[in-house]
Antibody
């Protein structure tokens, strides 16, 4: 079964850092781009960042550019999102999704909640 | 940035009725448009990709149409499990963008 599973969410103070992970299984991980999408409480979906299958190409939303870094370890079938200088407006459920570069998001994790608050 | 505008914001219908949802792009996205379904407390699920192709396992009552700037998601006869929020999304350019969603609720 094709599956992605996020971890690493939690409560962090404004200005703090957090790293999210997404473990993939059931498909050839290095063949697929991967993406982070977030959803603030009661709000719609917001694309955050995409990385190519090889990891050599990355894309970011303007709202996170310079603060977030997407990366992947294809030997571990794992996607990461390193988040720095967190703000209250970064509070959201963060979803890991397969695809996003030359395809749509065809597999999603259950999400991990990041809360930025003092 | 390509802005996607969905209408209506809320659609109140009864089971068995037909639902028609609209997504309009601020510039042409060709056929690079998808539709997702999201139920409360769940992750989104891909329904339609490339404007008109059903994803694996999606029932035939869901259909997508359109190209360029105007797109439609139709649900031919609403089942109880279809009441949810639906989002459109484009992959024609960066940043990837979503519409604000249409809530299909039970009348």
């Amino acid at each position: 079964e094709e599956q992605v599973l996020e971890s690493g969410g939690g409560l962090v103070q404004p200005g703090g850092s957090l790293r999210l992970s997404c473990a993939a299984s059931g498909f050839t991980f290095n063949n697929r781009a991967m993406t982070w999408v977030r959803q603030a409480p009661g709000r719609g979906l917001e694309w955050v960042s995409t990385i190519s299958g090889s990891g050599d190409t990355t894309f970011y939303a303007d709202s996170v550019k310079g603060r977030f870094t997407i990366s992947r370890d294809n030997s571990k079938n794992t996607l990461y999102l390193q988040m720095y200088s967190l703000r209250a407006e970064d509070t959201a459920v963060y979803y890991c999704a397969r695809g996003g570069h030359r395809s749509f998001f065809d597999a999603w994790g259950q999400g991990t909640l990041v809360t930025v608050s003092s | 940035e390509t802005v996607l505008t969905q209408s209506p914001a809320t659609l109140s219908l009864s089971p068995g009725e037909r639902a028609t949802l609209s997504c309009r792009a601020s510039q042409s996205v060709s056929s690079y448009l998808a539709w997702y379904q999201q139920k409360p407390g769940q992750a989104p699920r891909l329904l339609i990709y490339d404007a008109s192709n059903r994803a694996t396992g999606v029932p035939a009552r869901f259909s997508g149409s359109g190209s360029g700037t105007d797109f439609t998601l139709a649900i031919s006869s609403l089942e109880p499990e279809d009441f949810a929020v639906y989002y459109c999304q484009q992959r024609s350019d960066w940043p990837r963008t979503f519409g604000q969603g249409t809530n299909v609720e039970i009348k």
